[in-house]
């Protein structure tokens, strides 16, 4: 098998490290930016927590677009209803003629939206039965869009537990909506590599990436695990390809940003984490239960707080962007690499 990036000379990220200094800001008073779609002009587009996405303009003009705006998050107020309840966008794909894919966490649905805010569902449901805890939406060059279901259960907290496998991958194409693999241990994002070959699959709980064939017909084969069987401190909950072949991963709440090269080795990128409060998640991790939110919300940095994905963007797809679930701003930084164009670029 030959791996994506074997052959093109030394690997851009060995030796790389993102200094803080180094890093800047972009838009403000964001709610819960956990995914954000870069387009070729520079106009960035944001999960909100108020029920749809914020475009920031290339000047840093910020619009919220959304149907009818919803004003239930509110850390200062009550963090786990405003992370656990209600309306959550959450992945965001770009349909084929330039409407928004929303994988809603909050109302377990795929929505897509106009960008003038005028939405409609697309997915609630399978066989009459309710999906649980939809999280990411992928739309590939062939304009099949692929779905993760992250757990049945709610609330998603009470799934941060390392025996649980209830998550599970939709793909819709000309033949409707099925399921295409399932048992995954809370399924997050997910990335097509360069040739649309392998789909790679984030299991937060499990701390791993485990990647699967794509047949012509969707069908997916060859399940493996992509990487260490274990990626360390935090649980792994974005990911992106760039254009070397390294997969780059979040791990939130430990808030550590890492790489997997193509052969496999994994390389720390940026490590922001809170050390006593990554230490008490992990801790209580490791006994298998639930993690306690209160826990939970003792850990996380200072720079993206709950650092949940990563995105290229920039004319030359060079420019890094990270989306964290309690940041209000999108952290941003150059790399010494290009990202894989998305099917939208």
């Not at 995914?35 to 914020?54: F, H, N, P, Y």
């Not at 940003?257 to 050390?275: M, Q």
């Not at 826990?295 to 709950?306: K, R, Y």
């Amino acid at each position: 098998m030959t791996l994506v990036g074997s052959g093109r000379g030394r690997n851009p990220l060995k030796g790389f490290r993102v200094h803080p200094s180094a890093i800047r800001t972009v838009g403000r008073d964001l709610r819960r930016p956990e995914c954000i779609l870069a387009e070729q002009d520079g106009t960035l587009w944001s999960a909100d927590a108020r029920g749809g996405v914020m475009r920031i303009d290339p000047n840093g003009t910020q619009t919220l677009v959304t149907q009818t705006p919803d004003p239930h998050f509110d850390l200062s107020a009550s963090a786990a209803d405003s992370l656990q309840t209600g309306t959550l966008p959450n992945g965001l794909a770009f349909a084929s003629n330039g409407d928004i894919l929303i994988s809603n966490f909050g109302t377990d649905r795929l929505e897509r939206m106009t960008r003038a805010g005028r939405t409609t569902v697309l997915l609630d449901s399978l066989g009459g039965a309710p999906l649980g805890k939809v999280n990411f939406v992928l739309r590939d060059r062939r304009d099949r869009i692929w779905v993760t279901v992250s757990t049945m259960v709610n609330p998603w907290s009470d799934a941060i537990r390392s025996d649980l496998a209830d998550g599970y991958l939709i793909l819709i194409d000309e033949n409707g909506a099925r399921v295409v693999a399932d048992g995954f241990h809370f399924t997050n994002e997910i990335r097509l590599d360069a040739a649309e070959e392998w789909i790679y699959v984030a299991e937060t709980t499990a701390k791993r990436v485990t990647r699967l064939r794509v047949l012509s017909d969707g069908t997916l084969t060859d399940r493996e695990v992509f990487g260490p069987p274990t990626l360390g401190d935090g649980l792994i909950d974005g990911i992106c390809f760039d254009s070397y072949g390294n997969l780059w991963a979040t791990m939130i709440f430990a808030d550590r940003l890492v790489a997997i090269t193509p052969d496999g080795e994994l390389l720390e990128l940026l490590n922001d984490g809170n050390p006593s409060g990554t230490e008490a998640v992990e801790r209580s991790f490791a006994t298998g239960t639930p993690v306690p939110f209160d826990v939970l919300m003792c850990s996380g940095g200072t720079i993206c707080p709950w650092l949940a994905s990563v995105t290229f963007g920039g004319p030359d797809l060079k420019t890094v962007y990270l989306g964290g679930l309690r940041s209000t701003n999108i952290p941003a930084f150059d790399s010494p690499i290009a990202g894989l164009p998305l099917a939208h670029w």
